[in-house]
């Protein structure tokens, strides 16, 4: 292990330190803009698990196989209804909130945190009965928790195939349950220690489309959820995992650069960096599809085009360079159909997808589009370039970073209006509404399971209300 910008000593007990800071959060302490940004993050991941709840195969299978099993009725599918023990519950929402390929991201630390962090945080908070405020301020440290890690062993931890969501989102997972339960600062590390040693997840499934990418987030909000029940059951973990010459860091980092850990900790909070997608699509994918979107608002007719040429880093061709697309979920992560998508319908929405997916144009113009890697955007970047040869002439556009991110951030409107089309295809107005309501004064919530019931699919069947 390669320690960057410090030394082992500064990372002496960091699990513990991490577990304190857990326990000592206080919503009600931080300032206006995070408070903001975790209810609007609590939103956008229950508006994910309810859309993936009538669409992502995945989700819905492992929750039919959860339903079989049964158990204490401890926390709830969500979209379904079902009580189960929360683990289990944990899973379901956890593969629904990455199904749709929709979760929040974080740009250097390549996690998704979202479709772990929030359906642990609930099924946590219904189990142990916490309120809306108590919840959120779990969620907040969580987010530091994961992020921290995140950034300080990446891009080498994805260059040896990890799934950063899976593998690390569980650290998190793990403190917000152990806190949300009641335990003590010495559990939360426990719990932390005993989610470190479930950490998994590799990202075979690029080149082998299949059911399995929301498996890997799911079993890491099981995973988690877990660790977290059994610590303040005074099942007792290692302390040290994260730091340990035995720990995560030694399995799963070639390099740590401390100050992705330690630089503003307890003063910065790491979820103010997470950013938010706009379309339906693997991150990487988002830059391209932004382009495309515009060059068709600005005129260009799709029936014109001869040549499109995407430029991108060498990771996001590696990671999004699906195609053909055997199924929706690998189309979601395909540059080259999102592009296509967005050249013909101008919008990548999920209800866009749904119906791309069936339109021989659709698949026909991706086909005819060349990703090309771009030196200057070195290994990791996520800006992007297009080259279009259409009705006689060429068009070129760039962009630096993706519409969602911090520095390029979606309106509060924008949000809403996200959060609105995507549990819609699901829920009517005036529950989405209720929903809405409830997520951005959370804090007020006495009970956090009181926005369970909204999140039910009528008769606890999720179907499509438009195709």
């Not at 395909?334 to 209800?351: C, D, E, I, P, R």
């Not at 630096?400 to 809403?416: C, F, I, V």
Request: aromatic share 6%; hydrophobic share 45%; glycine share 10%.
């Amino acid at each position: 292990m390669n320690i960057h910008v410090g030394s082992v000593s500064d990372l002496d007990r960091l699990t513990l330190k991490f577990a304190e800071f857990t326990k000592e959060l206080q919503f009600s302490n931080l300032p206006k803009e995070v408070q903001e940004k975790a209810k609007l993050i609590f939103r956008d991941g229950l508006g994910n698990q309810v859309a993936a709840s009538a669409i992502s195969v995945a989700a819905i299978e492992l929750r039919k196989l959860v339903s079989e099993w049964g158990g204490a009725e401890q926390a709830t599918v969500i979209g379904f209804g079902d009580r189960v023990p929360a683990p289990l519950a944990a899973m379901c929402n956890g593969a629904m909130g990455h199904g749709v390929e929709l979760d929040d991201a974080h740009g250097s630390g390549l996690i998704k945190a979202g479709s772990v962090l929030v359906p642990a945080m609930l099924a946590a908070a219904e189990l142990g009965g916490c309120s809306g405020e108590e919840a959120l301020g779990a969620l907040v440290a969580g987010y530091d928790i994961a992020v921290r890690i995140a950034k300080a062993i990446n891009p080498g931890h994805r260059q040896r195939g990890f799934h950063t969501t899976s593998t690390v989102s569980l650290l998190g997972a793990a403190a917000i349950t152990a806190r949300l339960l009641g335990g003590t600062s010495e559990q939360i590390a426990s719990a932390i220690g005993l989610a470190a040693m479930q950490a998994s997840g590799i990202q075979a499934y690029l080149d082998d489309p299949c059911m399995a990418k929301p498996f890997g987030p799911g079993k890491s909000a099981f995973n988690g959820v877990l660790a977290g029940v059994l610590a303040v059951r005074n099942f007792s973990g290692p302390r040290k995992a994260i730091e340990s010459a035995e720990g995560f860091f030694t399995a799963f980092a070639g390099d740590v650069r401390v100050s992705d850990i330690l630089g503003g900790f307890g003063k910065d909070f790491a979820i103010m960096e997470v950013g938010f997608k706009p379309h339906a699509a693997c991150r990487y994918a988002h830059g391209p599809i932004d382009i495309a979107q515009d060059l068709r608002s600005e005129g260009l007719d799709a029936r014109d085009i001869k040549s499109v040429r995407v430029h991108m880093s060498r990771l996001a061709i590696r990671q999004a360079s699906k195609f053909p697309c055997p199924s929706l979920n690998s189309a979601m992560g395909s540059t080259q159909f999102g592009v296509a998508l967005a050249l013909l319908y101008g919008s990548n929405g999920l209800k866009s997808y749904w119906a791309g997916y069936k339109d021989d144009a659709v698949h026909a113009l991706a086909s005819r589009i060349e990703l090309v890697e771009e030196p200057k955007y070195g290994l990791t970047g996520r800006q992007a370039a297009i080259h279009v040869v259409a009705g006689g002439r060429s068009i070129s556009k760039e962009q630096e970073e993706p519409r969602g991110e911090p520095t390029n951030p979606l309106s509060r409107a924008q949000l809403d209006e996200k959060f609105a089309t995507t549990a819609g295809l699901v829920l009517d107005e005036r529950v989405i509404a209720q929903i809405s309501a409830k997520s951005m004064a959370f804090e007020n919530e006495v009970s956090a399971a009181s926005i369970i019931p909204l999140c039910i699919a009528p008769g606890g069947e999720p179907k499509l209300l438009t195709a």
